[in-house]
């Protein structure tokens, strides 16, 4: 492995140093052999899902490991999106002259070499792989085993453009080791990789994160409220909350818990739940709901639960006040909703509650990098240091001080 990283470190100067026009015709050329390699990698999809199925994989694990024609074609444009982005490298950030006349300037430049452990998407390996590379930077993709052959598949499309192009492999490549003494390994390998960002499930994260020597930017689990006030609009609630829900239930922005305050649960629940048994929701609701929908009984650990299923969670809170102190409880700083047409608590509550994204009359849906313009993400930060939120080509940078003078010496 250390072979491997030491050309993978050797490989990130010259990725680092690539002009914009020329990252962006590799790029179009990524989004070209997904397409003309989609039979291949549909079928270790195949494969891959028909293992899933003999190791009973969970649902939502499988609905996130699923791959079809139409998927692959949105991978593919997925990185076109990447690839018509400005290039983030070089941006001078700030800049000015101190009184001994030196000239400062704060420039954007790659972090350098990125190593992403993720589960079950193959998706992610594209996505990420076009952002690292749009971004100046190495990429060291581990996947799921349940996914091996789908991303192997895709790898061999992207290395393949980067041969085309005389470019390292290295600049988009698997970790040679993919067993858990690979990857505890991997992330003790500070001297060769410059972050590590985490996507899956809780033992995963928590592993990473406890074990890690290099810098780690996590994704935390996607514990996502909805609060609906007593001044909401009622069909933009019930809109929303389905949105929210239903729209791709095992995503990590989507609803898991309802907070609805007391004046308007008498009408708004009713509404809430005819619209949910259209969807095959299962609700579970606290005492007070159950006095006025049929739901299953909440138990405590339903709070701060990520269900990544069509299961929701309802409670009925005495105002806004409460529905704060829920979601600083059990939240998981991801992704949090206001439904309210009173200007004030809406500003209240998007300043109060710490998460990466709030939202005021708005599905949690939307945190996610393309619908936020970013292309794609290598993940969603639940950090406050370095990212926070969905992670485009601008949060794969760091930056350096260029300093101009004339002779100046410190006296």
């Not at 985490?198 to 514990?223: A, C, W, Y």
């Amino acid at each position: 492995m250390e072979q491997f990283l030491i050309k993978a470190k050797k490989a990130a100067r010259a990725i680092a140093n690539l002009k914009p026009s020329f990252k962006t015709a590799v790029l179009s050329e990524f989004a070209k052999a997904i397409r003309d390699f989609a039979p291949s990698i549909i079928e270790a999809n195949e494969l891959d899902l028909k293992q899933a199925e003999e190791n009973n994989l969970n649902y939502p694990l499988k609905e996130r490991l699923t791959l079809n024609e139409k998927r692959v074609e949105d991978m593919a444009k997925a990185v076109e999106e990447i690839a018509a982005l400005r290039d983030p490298i070089g941006r001078i950030l700030d800049g000015w002259v101190v009184p001994n006349g030196l000239k400062i300037e704060k420039v954007a430049v790659p972090i350098g070499v990125v190593g992403i452990i993720y589960e079950s998407r193959p998706n992610v390996t594209s996505d990420t792989a076009a952002l690292c590379f749009k971004s100046g930077n190495i990429c060291v993709l581990k996947g799921g085993k349940e996914a091996e052959r789908s991303n192997k598949a895709i790898v061999a499309a992207l290395q393949k453009t980067l041969q085309k192009f005389n470019l390292p492999i290295e600049a988009v490549s698997l970790l040679p080791d993919s067993s858990r003494q690979g990857v505890a390994q991997f992330i003790k390998m500070d001297k060769y990789v410059d972050v590590i960002v985490p996507r899956g499930g809780e033992s995963l994260i928590k592993f990473v994160t406890e074990n890690s020597s290099i810098p780690v930017i996590k994704h935390d689990k996607g514990v996502c409220h909805t609060y609906i006030d007593s001044e909401a609009d009622l069909i933009k609630a019930v809109n929303i909350a389905v949105n929210a829900k239903c729209s791709k239930p095992s995503a990590c922005n989507a609803l898991e818990t309802l907070l609805i305050h007391k004046d308007i649960a008498q009408r708004v629940l009713p509404e809430l739940y005819l619209a949910f048994t259209k969807t095959n929701t299962e609700l579970r609701g606290c005492e007070n709901t159950a006095k006025i929908i049929k739901v299953k009984h909440a138990a405590q650990d339903d709070y701060g639960r990520e269900y990544l299923d069509n299961i929701l969670s309802i409670k009925i809170v005495n105002g806004l006040e409460e529905a704060i102190e829920h979601i600083t409880k059990y939240g998981s700083l991801h992704s949090e909703a206001i439904i309210t047409e009173n200007y004030t608590k809406a500003e209240k509550f998007m300043q109060d509650i710490d998460a990466a994204c709030v939202y005021l009359n708005a599905s949690s849906r939307f945190t996610d990098g393309g619908e936020f313009g970013f292309g794609a993400e290598v993940g969603i930060s639940t950090n406050r240091l370095h990212a926070r939120g969905p992670m485009g080509i601008n949060e794969l940078t760091t930056y350096k001080y260029k300093v101009y003078g004339e002779g100046q010496i410190r006296s």
